[in-house]
Every structure is written in structure tokens, then in C-alpha cells.
């Protein structure tokens, strides 16, 4: 006969058992549902590489063009770029009948940009349509004449933050709306 000792002694046991198995259980349950945290990458503008505009080019380089055979650009609006750094900034003129300039000017002001364009539209081919004085300019492609120079690269450094009008001054091109605007920020 097992004496009360030994009936203890196994109930004991039994306990103690059952509570390792439960505390393994809850062991392996604990590290099975919490997950190491992962480090995601997470790209942040500006910290890696060149930075690019809505269309996905880079910041640095603006890419301008006429619009078909109308007296437009194809874009009233150029970058944000940011202030400082080297521009480049190619416009093409596929028109077969139109010259075309892009002209940028230190100048947020449409009456300002529309009195050096009267003075430009006036200084006559020859001039490339270009004023004496160009004092306004911030930078310009050349006179881009069909069948001849289909487009010109020009390079530039971005000016302080803000917003300047470039225009082409082939004459009544700016009345028609060919002028847009470049907007550079810190
Ligand atoms: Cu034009």
C-alpha cells in the first residue's frame, strides 16, 4: 500500500510538472506572437540622390518646348527648382513655321515682363529680339528658327527662392500667352 507520503510526493510531482509544461507553452506562445521589429526602409526626399519634380525628372534639369504650331509653351510652369544650384534647362522648337526664344527674367511682375517684351519684340531679328539692355535676364536660349536650331541647351545657376517669368519675345507670341513661370524655393 502507498502511504500518504508517497501519494503526496506524486501529486506534487504531477503539479510540478504540469506547471513547467504550462509555463513552456506560455514561454513558446509569447515568443511565437511577438515579432521582432523589422527596420523598413524609408526614403526621405532630398536625402538620397537627386530629388525629382511632378514628372519624375530630375530637379536640375527642365526640359521646355513649344506647343505644336500655337504661340505657347508646353509648360506654364517650371520646377520648383531649388535656389543655387546648377540649371539646365533644354528647350526645343519643333515648329515648322514659328520661331520661338525662352527668355527668364528677374521679374514676378506680368507688367514688367510685358514691357521688356515690347522693347524686345522691337529690337528686330537681327537681335535675336533681345533689348540693348538685357539687365532683366536672368538667362536665354537663341532665337530657335524652323529648319535651322531645333532646340538649345541652356545652363544656369537657380536665383533666390521665388518666382520669375520667362517669356519668348518673337513678336505677339507673350500676348498670346507664351510665357510661363519658373519657381525656384530654398
Ligand atoms: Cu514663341
Same mark, same amino acid.
Given at each position: 500500500m502507498r502511504s500518504m507520503v508517497q501519494n503526496a510526493r506524486l501529486v506534487l510531482t504531477s503539479l510540478v510538472m504540469l506547471m513547467a509544461l504550462l509555463l513552456t507553452a506560455c514561454g513558446q506562445s509569447r515568443s511565437g506572437g511577438s515579432t521582432a521589429p523589422v527596420? &523598413? /526602409? !524609408?526614403? !526621405? /526626399?532630398?536625402?538620397?540622390?537627386? @530629388?525629382? =519634380?511632378?514628372? #519624375?525628372? /530630375?530637379? @536640375?534639369?527642365?526640359? $521646355?518646348?513649344?506647343?505644336?504650331?500655337?504661340?505657347? +509653351? =508646353?509648360?506654364?510652369?517650371?520646377? /520648383? *527648382?531649388p535656389t543655387g544650384k546648377q540649371i539646365t534647362v533644354r528647350f526645343t522648337n519643333d515648329?515648322? *513655321?514659328h520661331q520661338h526664344n525662352w527668355i527668364l527674367l528677374n521679374t514676378d511682375d506680368p507688367a514688367v515682363a510685358a514691357a521688356f517684351d515690347e522693347e524686345a519684340a522691337a529690337a528686330g531679328e537681327e537681335a535675336e529680339y533681345l533689348p540693348a539692355d538685357t539687365s532683366l535676364v536672368l538667362a536665354r536660349?537663341?532665337?530657335?528658327?524652323? #529648319?535651322?536650331?531645333?532646340? =538649345?541647351? $541652356? @545652363? +544656369? &545657376?537657380?536665383?533666390?527662392? #521665388? @518666382?520669375? $517669368?520667362?517669356?519668348?519675345?518673337v513678336p505677339g507670341h507673350y500676348g498670346s500667352g507664351m510665357w510661363g513661370e519658373l519657381i525656384v524655393v530654398p
Amino acid at each position: 500500500m502507498r502511504s500518504m507520503v508517497q501519494n503526496a510526493r506524486l501529486v506534487l510531482t504531477s503539479l510540478v510538472m504540469l506547471m513547467a509544461l504550462l509555463l513552456t507553452a506560455c514561454g513558446q506562445s509569447r515568443s511565437g506572437g511577438s515579432t521582432a521589429p523589422v527596420a &523598413t /526602409p !524609408v526614403s !526621405v /526626399p532630398g536625402t538620397t540622390g537627386e @530629388t525629382t =519634380d511632378t514628372q #519624375g525628372m /530630375p530637379m @536640375t534639369t527642365l526640359a $521646355i518646348a513649344n506647343q505644336g504650331e500655337q504661340l505657347l +509653351f =508646353d509648360k506654364k510652369q517650371l520646377g /520648383p *527648382i531649388p535656389t543655387g544650384k546648377q540649371i539646365t534647362v533644354r528647350f526645343t522648337n519643333d515648329s515648322t *513655321i514659328h520661331q520661338h526664344n525662352w527668355i527668364l527674367l528677374n521679374t514676378d511682375d506680368p507688367a514688367v515682363a510685358a514691357a521688356f517684351d515690347e522693347e524686345a519684340a522691337a529690337a528686330g531679328e537681327e537681335a535675336e529680339y533681345l533689348p540693348a539692355d538685357t539687365s532683366l535676364v536672368l538667362a536665354r536660349s537663341q532665337l530657335l528658327s524652323p #529648319g535651322t536650331i531645333t532646340s =538649345d541647351t $541652356i @545652363t +544656369f &545657376t537657380a536665383p533666390a527662392p #521665388g @518666382t520669375y $517669368i520667362y517669356v519668348s519675345t518673337v513678336p505677339g507670341h507673350y500676348g498670346s500667352g507664351m510665357w510661363g513661370e519658373l519657381i525656384v524655393v530654398p
